[in-house]
Structures are given as structure tokens and as C-alpha cells.
């Protein structure tokens, strides 16, 4: 990761981009606030615009209202049942 000082360098927007098109970068800006410039990959494009979409968000707000299944101790007890059902079976 290379770093660009904007209190001692006078870059361009397209000079950062040009930077940061290969590797992150660290850019100190003129008031001495750090960020990290990088190309975003598609996955992060995708939450974007899903934390965008208010129909999304209304998805997963009704989602969360869901009980949850049940715990793995109750699927295992289950399926040592099943299992024992299907022995018996034979």
C-alpha cells in the first residue's frame, strides 16, 4: 500500500485514481484525515446498491421479525430419531 501526502503533494483526482487503480492507497488529505482509496470489486458494488433499496431493506427488516429455526442441539436430537426410526426399519 502506497501512501500519497496531500499536505506536500499536489495530485489530481485522476493522478489518485491512476494510484490506486493497482493497489490500495492512503491518501493524507490538506487537514491530515487518512482514507484508502481502492477499486471497488462487484460484491462490493452489489451491497451498495442493496443497502439502497428500500425494498430490500424492507425484506430483510420483515426477515429479522422471523423466529429463528431450531438450535443444532435440537437438530441433532432429530436426526439421531430419524436415524434410529430407519434402523429400526430393516
Request: proline fraction near 1%; glycine fraction near 6%.
Amino acid at each position: 500500500m502506497i501512501t500519497l501526502d496531500l499536505r506536500t503533494q499536489h495530485l489530481t483526482i485522476d493522478e489518485l485514481f491512476q494510484a490506486a487503480a493497482s493497489e490500495a492507497v492512503h491518501v493524507i488529505a490538506k487537514d491530515g484525515t487518512i482514507f484508502v482509496l481502492e477499486p471497488a470489486d462487484e460484491f462490493e458494488r452489489e451491497v451498495v446498491q442493496l443497502g439502497q433499496s428500500k425494498k430490500f431493506m424492507a425484506f430483510l427488516a420483515e426477515r429479522s421479525k422471523e423466529s429463528g429455526g431450531i438450535s443444532l442441539e435440537e437438530a441433532i436430537k432429530r436426526l439421531e430419531r430419524t436415524e434410529a426410526q430407519t434402523d429400526e426399519g430393516k
